[in-house]
């Protein structure tokens, strides 16, 4: 089974600090994936990478960076948090195929409150 | 442009009564559609997807989704609920020219004893 992992599953920061959100998935997928869930959003793309070292903007870009050193590893950066980003942060990855689409495997998120 | 659809926002249901959760999707070619799961506090797990052939889609826990092209639907059934299935549902469809998906802003299940 395809496993995804987050490095937390809760966070409490500060406002302005910086924070490292760590995914690493283990059956060499190509596509990693950072949402955000928030009521009555459903999940918003953040970044994804397609590739080592190759990210592209999701729909909500704004306030996050990403890095993508390893294969297996995807981390989200938040430089300086804000209250508005208090939310849900759901990792997930999948296999590439040629001309279509596979299902994306889901980490269990990190829920994250800045105060 | 692309969207999903759910049009219900909660649903409750009694346990053992049949289950239908809508889903509608926009979309200019042939979609490649999801439906997930996501418990309490965890992430979301794949139910079933739809990327060509039979309309009558199985998945995992007696779960099936029918894909109708000419009403742009692709609606979640269970005959019998069980109260485990209390969760929140969401619908997703390939985006194309790129990996990504678009969500719905998902369903929560409840479920009567």
């Known amino acids: 089974d395809v496993k995804v992992t987050q490095s937390s599953r809760y966070l409490v920061k500060r406002t302005g600090e910086k924070v490292f959100l760590e995914c690493v998935q283990d059956?060499?997928?190509?596509?990693m994936f950072w949402y955000r869930q928030d009521p009555g959003l459903g999940l918003r793309l953040i970044y994804f990478?397609?590739?080592?070292?190759?990210?592209e903007k999701g729909d909500i870009p704004e306030g996050y960076s990403v890095s993508r050193e390893k294969k297996e590893r995807f981390s989200l950066i938040l430089e300086s948090t804000s209250t508005n980003q208090t939310s849900m942060y759901l990792c997930?990855?999948?296999?590439?195929?040629?001309?279509?689409?596979?299902?994306?495997?889901f980490g269990p998120g990190t829920r994250l409150t800045v105060l | 442009a692309q969207s999903v659809t759910q049009p219900d926002i909660h649903i409750t249901v009694s346990e053992g009564a049949s289950l239908e959760l809508r889903c509608n999707y926009s979309?200019?070619?042939?979609?490649?559609l999801f439906w997930y799961v996501q418990s309490p506090g965890q992430g979301l797990q794949l139910l079933l997807k739809?990327?060509?052939?039979?309309?009558l889609v199985q998945g995992i826990k007696g779960f099936e989704a029918e894909f109708k092209r000419s009403q742009s639907s692709f609606n979640l059934r269970k005959p019998s609920v069980h109260w485990s299935d209390a969760a929140e549902y969401f619908c997703?469809?390939?985006?194309?020219?790129?990996?990504?998906?678009?969500f719905g802003t998902g369903t929560r299940l409840k479920v009567l004893a």
């Open positions: 997930a990855s999948s296999l590439w195929i040629a001309g279509g689409y596979n299902e994306q495997f």
């Open positions: 059956m060499d997928h190509e596509n």
């Open positions: 990478s397609y590739d080592v070292k190759m990210k």
């Open positions: 979309y200019g070619a042939t979609p490649y």
């Open positions: 739809y990327f060509s052939g039979d309309t």
């Open positions: 997703a469809v390939g985006h194309s020219g790129t990996y990504k998906y678009i």
